[in-house]
Structures are given as C-alpha cells and as structure tokens.
C-alpha cells in the first residue's frame, strides 16, 4: 500500500534497463491507488523515456477523463499541453487541445492564458502575433468576468507595443481599451487603494460596549437588590406603613442620651483633673448614668 516503496522499485528496473518490469510495478500501485499525482507522472515520463511519445500522452489525457474536480482537472489539462508542446513537439494538436477546452468550460480563465503561452512560444524565433492577437480577441467576446476581461485588454496593450507590427492595430486596440475597459481597471485600482478596515478596533470597540452594558446593568441590579433590602429591612422594623417605625425611634433616642451622658462625665472627669493639677479637688455632682 506505500506508493513509494513502488516508485523505487519500478526506477531500479529502469535504471537496469527491465521496463517491462517497471511499467508491471507502476500498473499494479495505479490499479490498488488510482488518482496518484506522482504515479501517473513516473508512468508517463517511462514511456516518454522509452522513446513511446504517443503512449505518454495517452496517460495524461486518461488522467483527464477519470478526474473529479475543477482544479484537479486543470491541473492534468497544463500537464497534458505541456505534455504535447515540449515532449511530443505537436504545437497545432495542443493549440486544438486548449480551444476545444475553452468551448467546453468558456469561463475558465486558466485555459486562456495558458493558450496564449502556447501562441507566444510557438515559435522560437518571434511570437506568433495573429495567434495571439487572436486569443485575445476571443478571451474579450467570452463569458469571463468584467475584471478579467480588462485584464486581458491590458495585456493586449503591452503585447502589440512590444510585438505588433501594425500601428493601426495598435491604436484601434488603445481606443477599444479607453471606451470599454480603462473605467474598470481604475475602478479596481482605486479600490485597492483603500485602507483595508480594521476588524480588530471594531471587535475590540464592541467588546467594550458589551462589558460596559454588562457593568452598568451589574451595578443597577446590585444597588437595587440593596436598596431593597434595607427597605425590607426597615418593613421588619417596624418602619414600614402603618408600623410608626417605633423600634428604630427608640433605639435612636436611647443612643442619644447616651452620647449626652457620657459628654457630661467626660467634662466632670476633665475638670476634675484640672483641680487636682493645681491642688484643688471638686467632688463630681453625678455619676456616669451607665
């Protein structure tokens, strides 16, 4: 169940010249793990070695019909174009390749710009303009997105100035490119050019909204569970309505005579020590009272 284990094997027999042996090893661990990036790759690149060009392009193009997903099958479609440009040298099938792609999925814009690689590397020696020129024409007639178009009416700009070889060209493409797609473009840089907004200062700023809301409503409910309670207090008292409050008036009237008692010894006492300083001695009039 380890691919690599696999992989090693089957790169020892090549290496001792026993390709039978290698493709049967690659076979097996594609049969019991199929979908592996780096098998389909190694049984490619076998046949390629082998000098079997076709036979390497078939497996590419077999990982593209058996794949799941928009991304993987992207993935196996450059392989495969790459495949044809570089190891087979068929530039008119992977140009064909990639248009047929393009009709079936119009709104992918990967396949657009891969095409135009294609075109501008055609040809060693200078790119092929007409091909380009026409890529670009067909990427601004599709179903891409406006941002995406723009981008490519962009591109077709800076091609022509570095490669076009008609000044009419040129300027019929700078006057399709101010009426229809320059706005966007501004549009989309002058948005760019915006500070980003700060969701942590609004985080932190709701944060302190809610433990401000949540202490204030801590400190009301406290207060009045205190001042209930001293009001249920002062109910039990006595001091309620209809109670007259008599326990509490009583109290305070004790506590009052009290104070009034004892200022009264406490000014015979000092008196008193004043007396007896200077030799003198008074007999206090009254006791404490408590």
Not at 113 to 136: C, W
Not at 219 to 245: E, P, T
Request: glycine letters at 8%; hydrophobic letters at 30%.
């Amino acid at each position: 169940k380890n691919p690599y284990i696999h992989l090693n094997w089957a790169a020892f027999e090549e290496e001792r010249g026993k390709l039978e042996i290698a493709r049967e090893a690659l076979d097996h661990i594609d049969k019991g793990m199929p979908g592996l990036i780096a098998v389909i790759l190694r049984r490619a690149g076998l046949e390629r070695r082998s000098g079997n060009i076709e036979q390497g392009g078939d497996i590419l193009k077999q990982a593209i019909e058996n794949c799941r997903g928009r991304e993987t099958r992207d993935f196996w479609i450059m392989k495969y174009v790459g495949y044809l440009q570089y190891s087979a040298k068929d530039i008119p099938a992977a140009r064909k390749f990639l248009q047929d792609q393009i009709e079936r999925n119009p709104r992918n814009k990967k396949l657009y710009v891969r095409l135009l690689d294609l075109e501008h590397s055609s040809d060693t020696n200078f790119p092929n303009t007409a091909g380009v020129v026409t890529v670009f024409n067909k990427a601004l007639t599709s179903s891409l997105t406006i941002e995406e178009k723009a981008g490519f009416s962009h591109r077709r700009l800076t091609f022509l100035e570095e490669f076009g070889d008609n000044v009419t060209a040129i300027i019929s493409a700078y006057d399709d490119h101010n009426k229809n797609w320059k706005t966007v473009l501004d549009e989309k840089k002058k948005e760019s050019s915006l500070p980003p907004r700060d969701y942590k200062r609004r985080d932190n700023y709701n944060h302190n909204r809610n433990y401000n809301r949540d202490r204030n409503y801590n400190r009301d409910r406290n207060y009045n569970h205190q001042n209930n309670y001293n009001q249920n207090n002062f109910n039990n008292q006595g001091g309620g309505a209809g109670g007259g409050g008599g326990f509490n008036m009583n109290y305070n009237m004790q506590h009052a005579q009290q104070q009034q008692q004892y200022q009264q010894w406490y000014s015979q006492y000092a008196q008193q020590q004043q007396f007896a300083a200077q030799g003198q001695y008074q007999q206090p009039q009254q006791n404490r009272g408590y």
